[in-house]
């Protein structure tokens, strides 16, 4: 028999830095195949707990592993099944776009004829073809992104872990983004990523959790979590937050 092991796997996930709690123990199986979202309102830990997922972060507790395997114990293993867009898209920026997937493909030890290929394969679709020798650092918001996308699909993942891979980018690049992804997921691969927009994970994921003050307070399929209302009035249930009086500011209309 053999056994399904859940596509991510976290157990009391824990951090602290300096006086600041920034995830509270966190518990979360995201299922093979499924598309999942990360929702949670500014500072909720979205970051950290992705960070800690794929072994970017040490956590002060709990562990995490990748279709079975612990990120933090056998490292090797984990990362040959994960693709990874880190917060921010810290790159190698001093590099073209074939360049960065060049050096990334060669790092993971793929074979160089097979990276050339994939390489402009990605930068084709991901309309990056045109940008030929302007270097990373000079991209647009949204094409660091796109190439941030790119460099995490080369390998062929199996689970793929962005961090707000929608933020700071255009409709017709989400859209092609979206596409992108929505083909890896009905190829069998698994998507998480995080984000605070409602309407982008209402449409494209299976399941969500939604995260705040480093704790996870709703999970399950969309289904599940929004009843009868929609994502948002959930969100903002859950989440809280203060309402306007409408006492405040009032110079700004005078
Ligand atoms: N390196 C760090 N040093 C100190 N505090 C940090 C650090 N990283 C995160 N924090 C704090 O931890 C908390 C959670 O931050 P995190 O970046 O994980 O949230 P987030 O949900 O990703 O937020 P956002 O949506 O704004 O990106 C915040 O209070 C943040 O200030």
């Keep these: 028999m053999t056994v399904e092991h859940p596509a991510l796997a976290l157990r009391g996930l824990a951090k602290r830095f300096d006086g600041t709690i920034a995830v509270a123990g966190v518990d979360l199986d995201v299922p ?99 940008a030929g020798r302007t270097l990373v650092v000079d991209y647009s918001a949204g094409m660091k992104k796109k190439i941030g996308l790119a460099c995490a699909l080369l390998h062929g993942p199996r689970v793929l872990v962005l961090d707000e891979p929608f933020e700071a980018v255009d409709p017709v690049s989400a859209a092609l983004i979206r596409d992108i992804l929505t083909r890896y997921a009905a190829g069998g691969g698994t998507v998480v990523f995080s984000s605070h927009v409602m309407e982008v994970v209402e449409r494209l994921c299976s399941h969500v959790a939604i995260l705040a003050g480093g704790t996870i307070k709703r999970v399950g399929t969309i289904d599940e979590v929004r009843g009868d209302r929609s994502l948002e009035q959930v969100f903002v249930e859950v989440v809280g937050g203060r309402t306007a009086t409408g006492e405040e500011l009032s110079w700004l209309s005078q």
């Design 32 to 130: 093979a195949g499924s598309f999942y979202g990360l929702l949670g309102p500014n500072g909720a830990g979205k970051t950290t707990t992705l960070s800690m997922a794929v072994g970017l972060l040490r956590p002060d507790a709990g562990a995490a592993w990748v279709l079975g395997h612990d990120v933090w114990q056998d490292p090797i293993t984990a990362k040959r099944l994960l693709g990874v867009m880190p917060d921010g898209v810290r790159l190698f920026d001093r590099l073209t776009g074939a360049e960065l997937l060049a050096y990334n493909g060669l790092l993971r030890g793929m074979d160089p004829a097979v990276v050339d290929q994939r390489a402009a394969e990605l930068l084709d679709v991901l309309a990056l073809g045109d």
